[in-house]
């Protein structure tokens, strides 16, 4: 289980500090799957790596983590060790060239695993079944990573990821570079970790709300650094209530519907620099919504049973 | 893989005959005659000078036509055979060659392998170490920008004459021969360690600032990035940062050699070393074809050894390059 509490995450730059992750807050509870979504520059993929691997240019400027009741140390890079791997690991967005290119791939998990002061050989048949997990054949292991495919590289990585049943598992963007049909045996995959208890809580990053309805047991939508709207897969899905969601929501093609019949929506404009970003509601330029409050900081509105929103026209069980 | 070593080969031996015929064809391109030079260290008759002018010339074959010195050139070369030195006349050019490639070889493979190992380690921290990077750097960049013959000169002085450490001529003492004990071996090292140095120091600076600046591309790698979220320890990935980084400084080393016998050249000609490159500049000076010829021939073996061995040992290493000829790894 994963708390995360008031967490902020900026990047010190020359011009000044750029406020990727600003005072986020949310949980994920054992056996479920968190399904974190958001336009590019949203922060969540700096989300997922400041829970993982805090280190410069990105800088930690408070807040709070804790996993099953343990208070991370994530912006101590060397006590963090004790916990990378073991207890929390990623699926990196990069995971196609994530592997040393001039070692052959059981050598590296031998090495990896010495480092980390374990004994290769008493994983070596979870490895295997793992391995069948995920469809590579074993002979993968007396293979340099570039015999492998860009789908059989990523998924060596989730092997790998998932070797020490971590509590923790961030699966960020591992659909962007995949076709449809990749997608979804990926999806399943990952949904698979959780379900056969091979990891406890799983954070879903994507920019494609589409895939996290399939997967998700809940979402959580990020605009400029902010968490908008945190809810269950079906309470977004049908009832979004902050702007942005549901404007988001609109901007999903339909099956059925040709480009005859209409354009999709969108959402006109640009979100904030975050940069020195506005006051108050990050999404007031961009909202049909606005008026007078917006300028000062939203407040969290408890919609429903388990379903927040950031905004000032949301009301309750709206 | 045999594909790949038999089109290595075929491309070397292409680069030998080629690279041959042009040394072969150079030292002939160069004004004036050496019969004459040799001629007139006889000193004599005006009427006997002719005579031995026109018998010298047939002796060594230059009377022929191009074309067929050319063939000669490759009959005896196959026999084994360099030629007759003219500035060091009688004697073949083979015996000369034989006396001075040890001289030559003992100064540059310790250079080149020790500077190799010592650039690529000092660049290897200075990548990861900010401080120390900032010192090194500039002291390497100029060290890799001095000029042999330069940085030798300023050794001999230092050393040589103003503190009087070190010989600054010679390969050994004139009242010595070359025997093996250790009077001789000790005073051989004396003479050694000076051209030596400056061959070594030069090259540092090059491999050190490749090394650092590998390094600090390697670690900046997604690789590392990954092996940071597995809470690996800091010392597999140096050790993976580095095996990675020299890659290329392998290839650099096969690149540099040419450079490298260059200033060997003019090393030993500033520290009057009996080496290969002496001897080279003596016989440029004396327009001694055959002696130009034999001693470049060496350098031209030497560097396309030292090319193919680098491509074996690549191969060894990057299992990249064997998948790429072989399709096999």
């Known amino acids: 289980m994963l708390e995360v509490e008031g967490l902020k995450l900026y990047y010190k730059t020359l011009k000044g500090h750029v406020k990727a992750v600003d005072d986020v807050s949310f949980d994920v509870n054992d056996g479920e799957l ?249 999404f007031k330029e961009r909202c049909p919504l606005r008026g007078k409050e917006c300028d000062e900081e939203p407040p969290v509105v408890n919609v429903e049973e388990g379903h927040i929103a950031y905004c000032w026209k949301v009301t309750q069980n709206a | 893989m045999k594909k790949y070593l038999g089109t290595k080969i075929l491309v070397y031996i292409l680069t030998f005959v080629f690279a041959v015929t042009l040394d072969w064809l150079i030292p002939r391109f160069m004004p004036g005659n050496p019969i004459l030079v040799l001629v007139s260290r006889f000193s004599g008759l005006p009427e006997s000078a002719r005579v031995m002018y026109s018998y010298l010339t047939k002796a060594f074959g230059l009377d022929q036509p191009l074309w067929s010195q050319y063939v000669n050139f490759w009959i005896a070369l196959f026999k084994g055979d360099l030629g007759i030195s003219i500035y060091l006349y009688p004697r073949p050019v083979l015996e000369v060659l034989k006396m001075a490639i040890p001289y030559s070889l003992g100064l540059m493979i310790p250079s080149i392998l020790l500077s190799w190992i010592v650039g690529n380690n000092l660049g290897a921290i200075a990548a990861r170490r900010k401080r120390l990077d900032s010192i090194m750097l500039p002291i390497m960049y100029f060290i890799t920008g001095a000029p042999y013959l330069w940085l030798g000169m300023l050794l001999a002085y230092f050393l040589g004459v103003v503190w009087d450490i070190f010989p600054i001529a010679g390969a050994y003492s004139f009242s010595l021969r070359p025997h093996l004990s250790w009077l001789f071996v000790g005073d051989f090292l004396k003479h050694w360690i000076l051209p030596f140095l400056s061959l070594f120091i030069v090259q540092i600076g090059g491999w050190a600032i490749g090394m650092r600046n590998m390094v600090i591309y390697e670690l900046e790698n997604n690789y590392v990035r990954y092996l940071e979220t597995l809470g690996v320890k800091r010392k597999l990935i140096r050790k993976y940062a580095f095996r990675n980084a020299i890659l290329p400084q392998v290839t650099g080393l096969a690149l540099q050699l040419g450079t490298v016998i260059a200033g060997q050249v003019t090393t030993e000609v500033v520290f009057s070393y009996p080496g290969i490159g002496y001897i080279l500049t003596q016989g440029i000076l004396n327009q001694d074809y055959f002696l130009i010829q034999g001693c470049f021939l060496f350098i031209i073996i030497g560097v396309l050894i030292a090319n193919f061995t680098v491509d074996l040992v690549y191969m060894a290493l990057d299992p990249r390059i064997r998948f790429s000829y072989g399709g096999e790894v």
């Not at chain 1, 929390?88 to 060239?97: F, G, R, V």
């Not at chain 1, 290119?101 to 374990?118: F, H, M």
């Not at chain 1, 995949?178 to 406890?200: H, N, P, R, T, W």
Request: aromatic share 6%; proline share 7%; hydrophobic share 40%.
């Open chain 1, 34 to 282: 968190l399904g974190l979504a958001g336009e590019s520059g949203c922060g969540k993929s700096t989300l997922g790596n400041g829970l993982i691997l805090l280190k410069p240019p990105m800088n930690y400027f408070g807040g709070m983590v804790q996993l099953d009741h343990t208070q991370l140390p994530i912006d101590d890079f060397e006590r963090m060790n004790d916990f990378r791997f073991s207890k929390l690991s990623i699926i990196p967005q990069y995971a196609m060239d994530a592997l040393n290119p001039t070692r052959k791939i059981g050598v590296y998990i031998r090495e990896v695993l010495q480092s980390r002061g374990i004994d290769p050989e008493s994983i070596m048949d979870k490895l295997l079944e793992r391995l069948k997990f995920v469809n590579l054949p074993e002979r993968v292991l007396k293979m340099y990573p570039i015999e492998l495919s860009g789908g059989m590289k990523q998924r060596m990585v989730m092997v790998m990821s998932t070797l020490l049943n971590p509590s923790l598992l961030i699966a960020d963007e591992v659909t962007s570079a995949l076709d449809v049909s990749s997608q979804k045996a990926v999806c399943l995959m990952i949904k698979g970790f959780k379900d056969a208890g091979i990891v406890k809580s799983l954070i879903f990053i994507t920019h494609d709300i589409s895939v996290l309805y399939q997967i998700a047991d809940r979402i959580m939508i990020m605009y400029a650094g902010k968490v908008a709207e945190i809810g269950k897969t079906q309470q977004i899905a049908s009832n979004p209530v902050h702007p942005y969601t549901k404007m988001l929501m609109f901007s999903l093609p339909e099956v059925g519907i040709r480009y005859a019949h209409g354009i999709l929506s969108g959402i006109p404009g640009q979100p904030p620099q975050l940069l020195n970003p506005p006051t108050g509601c990050l």
